[in-house]
């Protein structure tokens, strides 16, 4: 089995303040390195989607060109 990894940029910022002190909202956008997919995002939730999305389409793309059995 051969392993692979991917390379990202992540970037984050401050939205808005809450009027009531509290933590910004922040905003954000992953880009996968070197083929440019991007994903912009507003909260943690959609940061993971995000990550899922772009890591399971590296999975089928491997799965469609290569020989690999991933079932158990």
């Known amino acids: 089995m051969t392993e692979s990894s991917r390379l990202f940029t ?5 939205a808005a303040e809450t ?7 922040w905003r954000g956008k992953i ?3 070197p083929d ?6 507003g909260d943690w939730l959609d940061l993971i989607r995000a990550l899922e999305a772009m ?3 590296d999975l089928m793309e491997k799965a469609s060109t290569d ?3 991933f079932s158990d």
């Open 36 to 41: 440019g997919e991007a994903y912009n995002f």
């Open 55 to 57: 890591l399971s389409s």
């Open 31 to 33: 880009q996968s390195l």
């Open 10 to 14: 992540l970037r984050l910022w401050p």
């Open 19 to 25: 009027d009531d002190g509290g933590a910004p909202q």
């Open 67 to 69: 020989d690999t059995d």
